[in-house]
Structures are given as structure tokens and as C-alpha cells.
């Protein structure tokens, strides 16, 4: 990140590394470079170990979010047998905690754009670590629902704010590698809930699946103590507020800065479709409901798939859901590194195109040998692309806006592939008598942003941040 001041600056301490002193852009950076962790992040030279401590705090909130909707799609078929809900029913029961965790994909980015970063995201693992239980003890199906509900209200804020954090952290040579990384993480927690699956709940019931990432979540919250707030967002409070100060004082202002603020100051969303950022937010909203489309058709019934056209039983499903998910950390972590050596359309394309032939051909075989090849195959493009997804909605859009513009595309995302989208993945299936038909579909769907990010998208490998919006 540079280190040119955006007002009138003011001497930090020495930062820890042998990087250029670094100046403050204003005074609530110069205090914020009293910690020798901002002044870590604040300089691009070298890393060190607080560029690792935000990487593995966001690391840790996209596994435990792998977890838990792993875990709620494998233990599908006991909750529907156990509060005796039809497949319909069930569906909306899924549809209502998606719409409260819409709320808070939207309510927790713009609270970090007003408020910064690394406070929210420790908010979030602390709600989540406390209504994990709560799920577990759920005596009724609407009691369940509604627990749910909450936990995806708090953990859906995972999905902006942790990327932005590293993002806006980590160096932009390895920006992608990085975000892709941590969004790797998830497949670690999706494996990780194929062992609880298969081995706890098998042997003590679903309930006892729902148990353990509640402890596990409680680690995040002492590894995100270590994280600093973000410069670029601290950064750009200081450029506001100077401007401010001096237009309240009377003082002319640059015209950059004048048309800077006339953007910074009008409502979040409507910043999202000025003539200047109309194309990278629909392009943003875009791949995010298209990723979402295709996840929430054949992550979200998979299982139930397997058990119905397969005969797999839990334990079969769950010990595949393991492979599937560690397998799909390789695919986003070679995407990562695809992005960062080759671009961001170069790696969307060969990861879609690898995850529609293979789950194509996932989707016709009869024979379980295939079942497990073509399945662990599709699962390197299929998971990998989410890695160039999340790099790619939080370069899209300036800091100033950032947390609104990522929480926006995923908010739109997710009422779409996850509210209305399963109508008709459920009703395929009822009328076909197999969730078949629905997944051929998705091939479709990844070759389709598959063209889009390829003729339409901006190359933004290696940029600054500030390089690529103002």
C-alpha cells in the first residue's frame, strides 16, 4: 500500500520492518501506527508475522463456515426423518434462515464500512460459537429454523469482511493467492464435517454433529485479538474527514477531492451504480449469483442425490463429502495461485470449464468407482473458482464502498441462488422423480460465467487497491 498521505501528516513510530518509514494520512492513522501490527499491515515490502495472523484468523471463519453448511446439507435427511417435514416443507425451512442471513450478508459489510473492519469480524465467530448449541437443541422443527436462522445471520458476515481484511492487508502481488487460500479453508471445514457426519453423527444423531463447531469457533475470536484494522479503510476515514474539515472551514479543495466526495457522500448502494461503478457492480453481482446458483443446487442437495438415485447411506456420503472437500482445497488453492501468476479471467475460466466436463459426466455415471473419480475431479473447479470469485467481487468495487458493494452482490446472490433458485431445483426433482435434470443445468451456468468474466471483466492481477478505483 502507498505510503503518500491523503491530508496533513503526522510522524508515526518507527515501524518494525525495514520498509520506508511510513507517514499517516491523518490523525486516526497516526494513532492506529502506534501498534507495531498496523504498521506491519500498512507497508507492502515484506511480510511478517501479522500479515499471518490475518490470514489465518479469516482462514479459520471460511472453515467454520464450511463446516457448518456442510454439516446442515449431510445431516438433511435425519432432520426431515426426525421432525417428519416433507422435502417441500423442508425447503422453506432452508429458504427462511437464508432470508435472515441475507440480512446480515448486507447489515455486517456496511457496518464495517462505517465502523472498520476487525471488530465485526470478531463479532461474528462470537455469535456463531454461542448459537451453535442452540441448534443442537432445537425441539421442533420451527425452534430449528429459527436457531439457524441466527447462525447464518451472524456468519454470513465471513463472506465480505474476512476478504476485505486480507485484501486490504496482505501485498497485491500475493493478494490472490492469499484470499484464495483462506477461501480454501472452507473445504478443510466442509471435510471436516464429512468426519463428524460420518463418524459422530452416525453414532450419537445430528444433533451431536451441531455440537462441536461451536467449541472449535471459540479459537477465532482469540486469533482475530492479533489482527489489526485495515490501513486502507482507516485511510480513507482520514481523507473524508479532512475534506470535510476544510470545505467547513472555507478552504478550496482539490478537484480530485471534490469529485471524490461527492461520491463518498451520497447513500452506500446509490454509489453502486454511478456511471463509473454500474458495469463492476453488475459484473460483481453477476458472478456471485451465478457461483451461488450452482452451489446451492448441488452442494445443498447432493446428498440427498446420492442417498435417492445412489442408495448411499450417511456414512457412504459423509466419507465422500471428506475427499470432495479436501480435494476442492487443491482446486482453490491452485486457482490462487493461477490468478496471481497468469490473471483473475484466465483462472475462472480453466477452473469452470474443468468442474462443467467433469460434473457433467459426475451427473450420468451409474458405476460408484466413477461416482467418487468424476466427483473428486469436478470438485477441483467447482470448489476452486470460489477462490477467483471472492478475489474478484472485493477488487470490483473502492474501499469507500467496499463492505457495501461486497455485501450487496452476495445479498443479491444469495435471494436468488439460495431463496427463489431451489423452487426450481426442488420442482425439477418432483417432476422428474431425480435432482438429475437440476444438476445438468449448473455445466450450463459455469460455461455462461465462464464467457462473461472472460470478454467482459478488468484484468486486476497485481494492482493496488488504490490503483483500481478511486
Known amino acids: 500500500m502507498s505510503s503518500s498521505a491523503l491530508g496533513a501528516s503526522t510522524a508515526p513510530p518507527a515501524p518494525d520492518t525495514a520498509a520506508p518509514p511510513l507517514i499517516a494520512g491523518g490523525p486516526l492513522e497516526a494513532r492506529h501506527m502506534r501498534s507495531a501490527a498496523y504498521r506491519n499491515a500498512a507497508q507492502q515490502e515484506k511480510l511478517t508475522s501479522t500479515h499471518w495472523h490475518i490470514a489465518w484468523a479469516n482462514g479459520l471463519g471460511w472453515g467454520f463456515d464450511g463446516m457448518d453448511g456442510a454439516i446442515f446439507a449431510l445431516v438433511a435427511p435425519m432432520v426431515i426423518m426426525e ?16 432470508l435472515v442471513g441475507i440480512i446480515g450478508l448486507y447489515l455486517w459489510p456496511w457496518l464495517a464500512d462505517r465502523f472498520g473492519r476487525r471488530n465485526l469480524l470478531a463479532i461474528n465467530i462470537a455469535m456463531f460459537s454461542l448459537m451453535m448449541p442452540l441448534v443442537a437443541l432445537a425441539p421442533s422443527w420451527g425452534f430449528f429454523v429459527a436457531a439457524y436462522a441466527i447462525v447464518r445471520f451472524a456468519l454470513n458476515g465471513e463472506w465480505a469482511i474476512g476478504s476485505m481484511l486480507v485484501a486490504e492487508t496482505w501485498p497485491a502481488r500475493l493478494r490472490g493467492v492469499i484470499v484464495c487460500a483462506d477461501r480454501s479453508a472452507w473445504g478443510v471445514g466442509a471435510a471436516l464435517a464429512g468426519t463428524i457426519t460420518a463418524v459422530v453423527a452416525a453414532q450419537w444423531g445430528w444433533r451431536a454433529a451441531f455440537v462441536l463447531p461451536a467449541v472449535v469457533a471459540l479459537l477465532a475470536v482469540y486469533v482475530r485479538l492479533l489482527c489489526p484494522e485495515s490501513p486502507y479503510w482507516v485511510r480513507t476515514m482520514d481523507r473524508k474527514q479532512r475534506i470535510k474539515d476544510e470545505l467547513a472551514a472555507g478552504r478550496m479543495i482539490s478537484e480530485d477531492d ?72 487443491v482446486g482453490i488453492a491452485g486457482a490462487g495461485w493461477i490468478i496471481d501468476r497468469f490473471g483473475r479471467r ?36 467447482f470448489l476452486g473458482v470460489w477462490g477467483p470469485a471472492t478475489t474478484y467481487t472485493t477488487e470490483m468495487y473502492p474501499t469507500r464502498v467496499r463492505g457495501v458493494g461486497n455485501g450487496f452482490s452476495w445479498a443479491v446472490a444469495f435471494f436468488i441462488g439460495y431463496v427463489l433458485w431451489p423452487f426450481v431445483s426442488v420442482w425439477i426433482r418432483e417432476a422428474t422423480g431425480s435432482f438429475q435434470i437440476a444438476f445438468l443445468l449448473i455445466p450450463v451456468v459455469m460455461l455462461g460465467q465462464a464467457a462473461v468474466v472472460w470478454w467482459y471483466s478488468p484484468e486486476n492481477a497485481g494492482k493496488d487497491l488504490d490503483r483500481i478505483h478511486v
Open 346 to 381: 484466465l483462472g475462472f475460466v480453466l477452473m469452470l470449464a474443468e468442474g462443467a466436463l467433469f460434473l457433467t459426466l459426475w451427473t450420468y455415471t451409474q458405476s460408484n468407482t466413477l461416482l467418487w473419480v468424476y466427483g473428486l475431479l469436478w470438485s477441483i473447479g
Open 83 to 98: 421432525f417428519g417435514v416433507s422435502l417441500p416443507e423442508y425447503r422453506t425451512g432452508v429458504q427462511i434462515a437464508m
Open 258 to 329: 471534490r469529485r471524490w466526495i461527492d461520491k463518498a457522500g451520497k447513500v452506500g448502494v446509490r454509489q453502486l451504480f454511478l456511471p463509473d461503478m454500474r458495469r463492476n457492480t453488475l459484473l460483481a453481482t453477476f458472478v456471485a449469483t451465478t457461483n451461488l446458483i450452482a452451489f446451492s443446487t448441488v452442494g445443498l442437495w447432493m446428498p440427498l442425490f446420492l442417498k435417492e438415485a445412489h442408495g448411499w447411506s450417511a456414512a457412504e456420503y459423509g466419507s465422500f463429502y471428506v475427499a470432495w472437500g479436501l480435494i476442492g482445497v
